[in-house]
């Protein structure tokens, strides 16, 4: 049984398939990510799920690009309320994203991850997942304030989650840091040191399971 990978494009997944793993490109996005990933846990069971690619490192968390991240949490942040300049979570609106229990879409990590993370020296925090990504420093701060001690910014990682939640798989989400979260640079992006960091963490993670 191989662990399953999921990325947002093929470029990414090109680091991946020489892996002993089974490699899902799903599209941009946690809708697509979510759909793909159950389709293939249906498919054919997984021992894990690993959600896997480049993302944007909030400033605060130390990381640059080229340097590798590891979820320690995965959360939705872009689903709740605004009222007036106030944020509401879906705890705080009494909802819930699972239809028969309380989940506030954020999801708990494999429990290897925090020793995975150790190991290959990198960044352990949550991993934001938003549909649209922050563009400037204030909307970078806010997320920074809500969520302390947060990673990284990706558009997949709640979306792969929530499909290996459903179906009772572990799941982890794998960041090559490309670029800073705030005001899109793209010129200034690493994509592939990113994508070597991405790869590292990769590996080194089906080390570990094994």
């Given at each position: 049984?191989?662990?399953?990978?999921?990325?947002?494009?093929?470029?990414?997944?090109?680091?991946?398939?020489?892996?002993?793993?089974?490699?899902v490109v799903?599209?941009?996005?946690?809708?697509?990510a979510a759909l793909a990933t159950a389709k293939a846990l249906a498919e054919q069971a997984a021992p894990l799920v690993v959600s896997a690619g480049i993302g944007g490192a909030f400033p605060a968390s130390?990381?640059?690009p080229g340097d590798l991240a590891i979820s320690s949490l995965?959360?939705?942040?872009?689903?709740?309320?605004?009222?007036g300049e106030n944020w509401l979570t879906l705890g705080g609106l009494g909802l819930s994203v699972h239809p028969t229990a309380v989940h506030h879409a954020e999801f708990e990590v494999w429990t290897e991850a925090a020793d995975s993370a150790c190991k290959l020296r990198a960044g352990f925090?949550?991993?934001?997942?938003?549909?649209?990504?922050?563009?400037?420093?204030?909307?970078?701060?806010?997320?920074?304030?809500?969520?302390?001690?947060?990673q990284t910014e990706g558009m997949e990682g709640a979306g792969v989650a929530h499909a290996a939640m459903?179906?009772?798989?572990?799941?982890v989400e794998v960041r090559g840091i490309s670029n800073l979260v705030g005001p899109r640079d793209r010129a200034?992006?690493?994509?592939?040191?990113?994508l070597d960091a991405a790869q590292r963490g990769v590996i080194g993670l089906l080390h570990h399971l094994n």
């Open positions: 049984m191989k662990p399953l990978i999921v990325v947002a494009t093929a470029g990414e997944a090109a680091r991946f398939h020489s892996l002993p793993a089974r490699v799903s599209g941009v996005g946690p809708v697509a130390g990381l640059r995965i959360v939705q942040a872009d689903l709740g309320a605004w009222d925090g949550p991993a934001l997942t938003l549909s649209a990504v922050t563009g400037d420093h204030a909307g970078a701060a806010r997320l920074e304030a809500r969520y302390p001690g947060v459903l179906a009772g798989v572990p799941v200034s992006w690493q994509i592939g040191t990113a």
